[in-house]
């Protein structure tokens, strides 16, 4: 017997988009019942915990929503969406003060009160609002107590694996989770259901994002049919502590504030590379940077574990400790000192710009279905600035909540279309009939096969070969079984389905790099160096289809500035 639950509203995630949405839709109509599922504990996962730098928006004088609008789409290579850009730069400034005004974040602030705004790569303005560089846990902590304070429902420890079609096909009619604390299958209906399980490029050998990241929203969208767009741009960011392979901490981040605030890259001779790559140097956007660090290491300039070095060892000691405490003692862990030193890094997996296809009010094709946060696309283009993914997860979080709460009443409770209840469940179940294999050694060998063929600097060959060698070890994971049997937190079986949409997830992504032939942003094609005419640009976007996935580049529409033009 599969158990079942039914809410209005089903939040899938606890991030900046999940808690946003869920206390929007409790607000809008306090009537209608809310639910909020989610893989970890509500609070405590997630990358939105994790935010360092902060978050941009336009408070400052002299700066603008114009000016924030203009960085986003030039940093974009004129790839994203601007109806959503704009609205990202112009609800983060109602965000931000519901943050500080309603939720109770304190930020850091200035000497006159105001709040304090730094400087992040590939701005204009020194926009990004933070409390030290420790910003996400002040964000989460303030949204999960606001939570926790209202009747809204949890289900901690519940991973979503299928998006389940009602039986008449029309729209979503709830969602097959997995309770891990028991191993039960649990089938949760409802009328509206929000994706916003932050993506998070995991597949990666150095990679940032937090351990219950692995894509399952991208993969469960994916399988339900729903088209992915952007899934080529993956952001490196430049600066992934690299402290060998026996510690997790190799491939966590150091915050982007650093090279703001003056920090130097340096290669393995100790020598400033970054200007005979760009202008900016080490403020260039994280794209170039991040490419610019991939040659010097493939050129054999390397430290002694492989990658290359941050200095802020010119800058004031105490000011450095002062700013960057949180990265100092991080630093200090791996024994490495940060204000004082030097600190070996390597570009690492951040952040995905792509995502499922949706409208500015959140809705998707499919009747039911909204996204928002790292899940969803469109928003970046080729290239997300720092501080715009949380501003990003906030805007489009809450928007989402007031959305479904607007449409709910008119959603009805549909009845689940069982077979597809049933296909989901056999294929959790796979790996307990499975014979042999090794599941670490596919994770291995995704590891490499992404950073070395799909990672910073790409080829048609290299894709052409990843896409082969991804169907190899997708055929290698499914013939590996679970020797446990025990279904109650048995992380071996989660981990193996984690692998399982990351594979998925690594082929769309693979499938979208190969048709874009043009280099824009995050995506870089040796084979074709050149971004092409901004007038002409198109955007990927990739739907599985049986078990083919189908690219079609699909025209930008330039509905507010065309390229040569500008807002200011
Ligand atoms: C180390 C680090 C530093 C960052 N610093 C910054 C910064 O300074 N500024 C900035 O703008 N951005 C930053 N980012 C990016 C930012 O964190 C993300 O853009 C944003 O937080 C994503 O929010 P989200 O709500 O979409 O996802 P998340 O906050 O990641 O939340 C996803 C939620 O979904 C849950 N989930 C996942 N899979 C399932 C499943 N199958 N079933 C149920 N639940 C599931 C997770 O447990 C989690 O609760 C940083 C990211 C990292 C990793």
Same mark, same amino acid.
């Given at each position: 017997?599969?158990?079942?639950?039914?809410?209005?509203?089903?939040?899938?995630?606890?991030?900046?988009?999940?808690?946003?949405?869920?206390?929007?839709?409790?607000?809008?109509?306090?009537?209608?019942?809310?639910?909020?599922?989610?893989?970890?504990?509500l609070g405590k996962c997630g990358c939105t915990r994790m935010v360092q730098g902060g978050y941009n928006v336009a408070l400052a004088q002299g700066d603008s929503v114009e000016r924030h609008f203009m960085d986003t789409i030039e940093g974009g290579k004129w790839l994203p969406d601007q109806d959503l850009a704009w609205k990202l730069v112009t609800l983060a400034v109602e965000r931000i003060h519901e943050l500080e005004n309603e939720l109770g974040c304190f930020f850091d602030r200035n000497p006159d009160g105001t709040v304090h705004q730094k400087a992040f790569a590939g701005q204009t303005f020194d926009r990004t609002v933070h409390k030290g560089d420790l910003t996400g846990i002040e964000i989460i902590n303030r949204l999960a107590e606001q939570v926790w304070a209202r009747d809204i429902g949890r289900l901690e420890e519940h991973?979503?694996?299928?998006?389940?079609?009602?039986?008449?096909?029309?729209?979503?009619?709830?969602?097959?989770?997995?309770?891990?604390?028991?191993?039960?299958?649990?089938?949760?209906?409802?009328?509206?259901?929000?994706?916003?399980?932050?993506?998070?490029?995991?597949?990666?050998?150095?990679?940032?994002?937090?351990?219950?990241?692995?894509?399952?929203?991208? $993969?469960?969208?994916?399988?339900?049919?729903?088209?992915?767009?952007?899934?080529?741009?993956?952001?490196?960011?430049?600066?992934?502590?690299? $402290?060998?392979?026996?510690?997790?901490?190799?491939?966590?981040?150091?915050?982007?504030?650093?090279?703001?605030?003056?920090?130097?890259?340096?290669?393995?001779?100790?020598?400033?590379?970054?200007?005979?790559?760009?202008?900016?140097?080490?403020?260039?956007?994280?794209?170039?940077?991040?490419?610019?660090?991939?040659?010097?290491?493939?050129?054999?300039?390397?430290?002694?574990?492989?990658?290359?070095?941050?200095?802020?060892?010119?800058?004031?000691?105490?000011?450095?400790?002062?700013?960057?405490?949180?990265?100092?003692?991080?630093?200090?862990?791996?024994?490495?000192?940060?204000?004082?030193?030097?600190?070996?890094?390597?570009?690492?997996?951040?952040?995905?710009?792509?995502?499922?296809?949706?409208?500015?009010?959140?809705?998707?094709?499919?009747?039911?279905?909204?996204? #928002?946060?790292?899940?969803?696309?469109?928003?970046?283009?080729?290239?997300?600035?720092?501080?715009?993914?949380?501003?990003?997860?906030?805007?489009?979080?809450?928007? $989402?909540?007031?959305?479904?709460?607007?449409?709910?009443?008119?959603?009805?409770?549909?009845?689940?279309?069982?077979?597809?209840?049933?296909?989901?469940?056999?294929?959790?179940?796979?790996?307990?009939?499975?014979?042999?294999?090794?599941?670490?050694?596919?994770?291995? #060998?995704?590891?490499?096969?992404?950073?070395?063929?799909?990672?910073?600097?790409?080829?048609?060959?290299?894709?052409? #070969?990843?896409?082969?060698?991804?169907?190899?070890?997708?055929?290698?994971?499914?013939?590996?079984?679970?020797?446990?049997?025990?279904?109650?937190?048995?992380?071996?079986?989660?981990?193996?389905?984690?692998?399982?949409?990351?594979?998925?997830?690594?082929?769309?992504?693979?499938?979208?790099?190969?048709?874009?032939?043009?280099?824009?942003?995050?995506?870089?094609?040796?084979?074709?160096?050149?971004?092409?005419?901004?007038?002409?640009?198109?955007?990927?976007?990739?739907?599985?289809?049986?078990?083919?996935?189908?690219?079609?580049?699909?025209?930008?529409?330039?509905?507010?500035?065309?390229?040569?033009?500008?807002?200011?």
């Amino acid at each position: 017997m599969l158990a079942q639950l039914h809410t209005d509203i089903l939040v899938l995630g606890s991030g900046g988009a999940g808690l946003f949405a869920a206390l929007h839709a409790k607000q809008a109509d306090p009537r209608l019942s809310v639910t909020v599922a989610v893989k970890g504990l509500l609070g405590k996962c997630g990358c939105t915990r994790m935010v360092q730098g902060g978050y941009n928006v336009a408070l400052a004088q002299g700066d603008s929503v114009e000016r924030h609008f203009m960085d986003t789409i030039e940093g974009g290579k004129w790839l994203p969406d601007q109806d959503l850009a704009w609205k990202l730069v112009t609800l983060a400034v109602e965000r931000i003060h519901e943050l500080e005004n309603e939720l109770g974040c304190f930020f850091d602030r200035n000497p006159d009160g105001t709040v304090h705004q730094k400087a992040f790569a590939g701005q204009t303005f020194d926009r990004t609002v933070h409390k030290g560089d420790l910003t996400g846990i002040e964000i989460i902590n303030r949204l999960a107590e606001q939570v926790w304070a209202r009747d809204i429902g949890r289900l901690e420890e519940h991973r979503a694996v299928e998006l389940v079609r009602a039986a008449d096909g029309d729209g979503i009619a709830g969602v097959l989770f997995i309770d891990m604390r028991t191993g039960e299958y649990r089938f949760v209906r409802a009328r509206a259901v929000l994706l916003a399980t932050g993506g998070g490029p995991t597949m990666y050998k150095y990679h940032t994002p937090s351990g219950d990241k692995s894509c399952d929203g991208l $993969a469960m969208a994916l399988r339900a049919g729903l088209a992915l767009r952007d899934m080529e741009m993956v952001q490196f960011h430049p600066t992934g502590l690299l $402290a060998g392979t026996h510690t997790r901490m190799t491939g966590t981040v150091l915050e982007e504030g650093l090279r703001g605030a003056g920090g130097y890259l340096l290669n393995g001779d100790k020598e400033r590379f970054m200007s005979r790559y760009d202008a900016k140097g080490e403020r260039a956007t994280r794209d170039i940077v991040s490419r610019a660090m991939f040659a010097e290491m493939r050129a054999g300039r390397t430290t002694p574990n492989g990658g290359l070095y941050i200095s802020m060892q010119h800058l004031e000691r105490a000011e450095v400790g002062r700013q960057f405490k949180g990265m100092v003692e991080r630093c200090a862990d791996c024994g490495f000192d940060l204000a004082g030193g030097l600190v070996e890094v390597v570009p690492t997996a951040h952040y995905m710009m792509g995502g499922v296809e949706f409208r500015a009010d959140c809705s998707t094709s499919l009747r039911g279905l909204y996204v #928002a946060g790292e899940d969803s696309g469109g928003v970046h283009g080729a290239n997300r600035l720092g501080g715009n993914g949380v501003a990003n997860s906030t805007v489009f979080g809450a928007v $989402a909540g007031d959305t479904m709460a607007a449409h709910a009443r008119d959603l009805p409770l549909r009845a689940p279309d069982r077979a597809a209840i049933d296909a989901a469940i056999a294929r959790c179940e796979r790996p307990f009939s499975a014979p042999g294999g090794n599941v670490n050694e596919v994770r291995e #060998a995704l590891y490499e096969l992404m950073w070395d063929k799909v990672g910073i600097i790409r080829s048609g060959a290299d894709l052409q #070969a990843a896409r082969e060698r991804l169907q190899a070890l997708r055929d290698a994971l499914a013939a590996s079984g679970i020797r446990d049997a025990t279904r109650a937190y048995n992380l071996t079986w989660h981990d193996r389905l984690n692998l399982e949409n990351l594979l998925e997830v690594s082929a769309a992504i693979t499938a979208a790099a190969l048709a874009r032939e043009d280099s824009r942003g995050a995506h870089f094609r040796e084979d074709f160096p050149e971004a092409g005419p901004l007038e002409r640009s198109a955007y990927t976007s990739v739907r599985q289809v049986e078990d083919e996935l189908v690219v079609a580049m699909k025209p930008v529409a330039f509905t507010r500035v065309r390229p040569g033009e500008s807002l200011l």
